[in-house]
């Protein structure tokens, strides 16, 4: 398979880019010829951001699977799709070729159905890294169920929000997920979840951990069983087949939750046509992906990089997408670069927080390895400082590696701003220039387009993006109106990231981080009111204000202050208890780093808690908080300083 639509030069991306401006809808069409298609499209682009509306590729029909899948299996049948490697080195490694990807995505389609799922149906799915997750993901979406991919890191009422949000009637999990030492049992948190939940029709449950599980009569089926009953159904004459449902290009094809600045978590709904073009589109061009190489790509299927970039990009690419299902740490440092040199892996995409950690272990990590496979390197979900990027590219990249700057959202569905890997130039910590069809601009607090530069000759402002690319998400599920406050209310016809950024004049975007109240802890995105919701549960809480400091390893730390007045009183294993309590509500990656006890808030005379003045004490800021008269007690801005942890 070659890449028609593969930028190779600098030229070309400047051409490519401005085709795609002046004209977006050749430009995607063009790029959509490459895909296997049932019926082809009657419009290309229909859109207003007002609503938002915005439709893709209209009237066509088609498979994501047959895309990821189908279509590869005359030339690379037995070529890996998937590279397996589990938690513990010493375990068997599992190669998963398109030929038995497409077996078992066929089987678990033929499950879903034996089951009672329906194309629309919501099916949750809360399983470790291991190829059954792809399979479950894939499955769905070749009966045209919405997956809702929920991270093995959530915590029960996490998990019974969502799938009340979601009306989900099917869940497919495991007995349990290994994770370095720990074994995390994932089918008894969904017996939590589903205590009092009455949507829920059925538990599919893979055994990966021999995890003792309880197993509910007439609700609970072992994938297993499932499965070789499938099996003899899709196997006729020796050839596999299970029809692909013909999905609308407008059909959603997942839902998947993350945190903002208000409320519960959203349900992010992206669509079939225009994700699948895009992650497809990115991947190829950002990686600048060969036949044959191996792509390792580091994050968890439970958020949006590994739906992107482990599952669907690199497949409906045709790659070999390695699968990991541990963590980087375990046994040891080096573990991300013994798979690296065992496999000869070419492509490494990690975080920024998991390269910070890895340099703490000096040359520990990568002394051993034989590196000299990897061509491309990339990291996503937070801003990468220098010494991470610098090291990266010296002692990993042996500074013959590009490394790719990726920014993006959940919301975006694939990579909008990043330079391309060797074809255009990096620039550490800068995410550099927009992927072709993506218009960003940088505005004021009143949605001014900022065309002033600073004294350091940048341009800094809120990031927007004035045109709909492919893999926009189009609704938050359930709560369309939620969709527009959130992300399209703000800026009149923009769409508003909630990320700050600098632009210089070559052009090149430095993202600064969230501008709103939505945390960036190690990659992983949290809502500073969803922590407070959390922290207040505890019994004797009353109130509590959330803030991000810097943290050397997790990018940012979570920072808690406490207004406490519980029975007795409030002593470390108080705040241990808090930390227990958010890890109920949310899951341990919400737990606080810093609890700071505390007998009032900053707050204005009408009741709004400063948090402008919270963020600077946490940052260890003392002299210039800015004005604090406008405060109804300043005294406590003085003992929030004093005894500041
Ligand atoms: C941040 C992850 C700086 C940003 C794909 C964004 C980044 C949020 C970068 C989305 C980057 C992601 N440089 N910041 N290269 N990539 N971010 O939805 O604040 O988990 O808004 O998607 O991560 O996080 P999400």
Redo the contacts with the bound molecule.
């Keep these: 398979m070659s890449y028609p639509f593969q930028i190779k030069s600098f030229e070309e991306y400047q051409q490519k880019y401005k085709e795609s401006v002046e004209q977006p809808e050749q430009f995607w069409a063009d790029v959509a010829e490459n895909f296997l298609w049932k019926k082809k499209w009657d419009n290309v682009l229909d859109w207003n951001f007002a609503e938002p509306k915005i439709e893709w590729f209209k009237g066509a029909k088609l498979n994501i699977t047959e895309n990821c899948i189908d279509r590869h299996l005359a030339e690379k049948g037995e070529d890996a799709a998937i590279i397996w490697e589990p938690n513990n080195p010493e375990e068997r490694t599992r190669i998963v070729t398109y030929n038995r990807l497409h077996k078992r995505v066929c089987q678990v389609a033929q499950m879903l159905k034996n089951n009672g799922v329906k194309k629309g149906d919501r099916v949750c799915i809360y399983m470790g890294m291991v190829p059954e997750l792809a399979y479950a993901v894939l499955g769905c979406a070749r009966i045209g169920a919405i997956h809702s991919v929920i991270f093995g890191g959530f915590s029960a009422q996490s998990i019974a929000d969502r799938l009340e949000d979601a009306q989900a009637e099917f869940i497919i999990t495991c007995d349990g997920a290994y994770r370095g030492e720990k074994v995390i049992a994932l089918k008894d948190v969904i017996d939590d979840a589903l205590r009092g939940n009455k949507t829920v029709k059925k538990v599919i449950v893979y055994t990966r951990t021999r995890t003792p599980v309880s197993m509910i009569k007439g609700r609970d089926i072992w994938w297993e069983d499932e499965m070789q009953f499938a099996e003899e159904q899709v196997e006729k004459d020796g050839k596999i087949f299970f029809e692909a449902e013909a999905m609308d290009a407008e059909d959603p094809l997942f839902i998947l939750y993350?945190s903002g600045s208000t409320g519960k978590p959203k349900g992010v709904v992206h669509s079939c046509a225009g994700y699948m073009i895009y992650t497809t589109y990115t991947f190829v061009n950002v990686f600048q992906y060969q036949p044959k190489q191996i792509h390792f790509c580091t994050a968890d299927v439970g958020?949006?990089?590994g739906h992107s970039y482990i599952v669907y990009g690199p497949l409906a690419a045709g790659a070999t997408s390695l699968m990991f299902e541990g963590i980087p740490t375990y046994p040891s440092c080096s573990r991300f670069f013994d798979i690296v040199d065992k496999y000869k892996v070419n492509i490494l995409y990690t975080a920024p927080t998991a390269i910070r950690s890895l340099m703490s272990f000096g040359d520990k990590s990568y002394k051993d390895n034989d590196l000299s496979s990897l061509k491309v390197l990339g990291?996503?979900?937070?801003?990468i400082n220098e010494e991470a990027w610098h090291w990266y590219e010296e002692y990993i990249g042996k500074k013959n590696c590009p490394i790719v700057?990726?920014?993006?959202?959940?919301e975006t569905g694939g990579i909008l701003i990043s330079n391309l890997a060797g074809v255009t130039n990096s620039k550490p910590s800068w995410?550099t220039l927009p992927l072709p069809g993506i218009q960003p601009l940088l505005v004021d607090e009143n949605g001014k387009e900022v065309t002033q530069p600073d004294e350091d000759g940048l341009l800094k402002g809120n990031l927007c993006i004035k045109f709909p690319w492919p893999s926009i998400l189009r609704t938050t599920y359930g709560d369309h109106e939620r969709c527009r406050t959130n992300y399209f209310a703000t800026y009149p016809n923009l769409y508003f990231?909630?990320?700050g950024a600098l632009k210089d004049k070559d052009g090149n975007y430095r993202?600064t981080?969230?501008v709103d109240d939505v945390l960036?802890v190690s990659g992983h995105?949290i809502g500073t009111a969803e922590v407070e919701n959390a922290i207040n549960m505890h019994a004797g809480v009353v109130e509590s204000a959330v803030v991000g400091y810097p943290h050397n390893i997790k990018g940012q730390g979570i920072y808690a202050y406490v207004i406490y007045n519980g029975k007795k009183a409030a002593d470390e294993l108080t705040k241990k208890d808090i930390n227990v309590t958010v890890s109920k509500v949310i899951g341990p990656i919400a737990k606080p780093d810093k609890i700071q006890f505390v007998s009032g808030l900053p707050k204005t005379r009408s009741g709004k808690i400063m948090r402008r003045i919270l963020r600077k004490i946490a940052e260890g800021e003392t002299e210039n908080l800015g004005d604090i008269t406008t405060l109804l007690d300043p005294s406590v801005v003085d003992e929030i300083k004093k005894e500041k942890v």
């Design positions: 993350t958020w949006i990089t990291t996503v979900g937070e801003p700057d990726t920014w993006w959202q959940t995410a990231t909630g990320d993202i981080g969230r960036n995105r």
